[in-house]
């Protein structure tokens, strides 16, 4: 196949930004000039994510009973909602963020950061939300984490209707969303890439565990600088 490329931007909003993010990556905003970068390069599909939840999604802290309902250190378990005999997932709760709104507009948090420079008229470019489902947490821009997931979104089926054969992951946050969607897209048979310098982790200790399982046989999945990408896209 053709070496055709998508660009998948994860995540780059309001509430995973400082100075005002409900849920800030350190950090956050300063990758946006390099996305920016990489936005001017000829990629045949550029996608951005957004996280976009209900009020009462699972992710929230609040939404827990105490005492396990403290933002950043508690974990709740939940069943695939579809297959409640397969195994179980444990996930972490977030501050409130990233709220989809009652009209579906979404929230001031719930924003792409007005700084990343989306070429107007073009027609590739696509937005996939993510975590719409109060019942499952959503990192991957793909599905939840489920074996058999409940939840799946277009952008696999995006992605092979116009014969992508890599994918460029970059976005927020580099241990978690980041992370799963280049997980998937490599289980899903793409060619994936993480671009080092496009994205910021939640802990910077989590990345040494990252970038090992990213080096799997079973992922391989390589790290690149932003201006690697830049000398292969132009070519
Ligand atoms: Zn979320």
Same mark, same amino acid.
């Given at each position: 196949? !053709?070496?055709? $490329?998508?660009? #998948? ?20 905003? /300063?990758?946006? $000039? ?11 599909? +550029?996608?951005?994510?957004? /996280? ?5 999604? #699972? ?6 009973? $105490? ?11 939940? *069943? ?7 195994? $179980? ?34 027609? %590739?470019?696509?937005?996939? +939300? ?20 409940? @939840? *799946? ?10 014969? #992508?054969?890599? @994918? ?6 580099? /241990? ?15 060619? !994936? ?16 565990? %990252? ?5 799997? /046989? +079973? ?12 000398? *292969? #896209? +132009?070519?």
């Amino acid at each position: 196949m !053709t070496f055709k $490329p998508a660009l #998948i931007i994860v995540d780059v909003q309001e509430d995973f930004c400082p100075p005002d993010g409900a849920l800030q990556v350190p950090g956050g905003r /300063d990758i946006v $000039p390099v996305i920016n970068e990489l936005l001017k390069l000829p990629f045949p599909l +550029k996608i951005a994510t957004q /996280d976009w939840h209900p009020e009462d999604h #699972i992710s929230f802290a609040s939404n827990h009973p $105490p005492p396990n309902n403290i933002p950043f250190e508690s974990t709740i378990t939940f *069943k695939n909602p579809i297959d409640p005999a397969e195994k $179980p997932q444990t996930t972490r709760l977030w501050p409130v963020h990233c709220l989809r709104g009652s009209d579906g507009r979404g929230s001031d948090g719930a924003k792409l950061v007005p700084e990343l420079n989306f070429p107007k008229e073009d027609k %590739v470019h696509r937005i996939v +939300k993510k975590g719409e489902d109060k019942r499952v947490e959503m990192y991957s821009a793909f599905a939840d984490p489920f074996e058999k997931p409940a @939840v *799946k979104s277009d952008l696999a089926k995006i992605l092979r209707e116009e014969n #992508i054969t890599d @994918v460029y992951c970059t976005g927020l946050a580099a /241990d978690y969303c980041v992370y799963y969607t280049a997980l998937h897209a490599a289980e899903k048979g793409f060619t !994936t890439w993480v671009v080092k310098d496009a994205q910021k982790p939640v802990k910077q200790e989590n990345m040494k565990e %990252v970038e090992e399982t990213y080096k799997q /046989d +079973k992922y391989k999945i390589k790290m690149v600088s932003k201006d690697e990408v830049l000398q *292969k #896209i +132009k070519q």
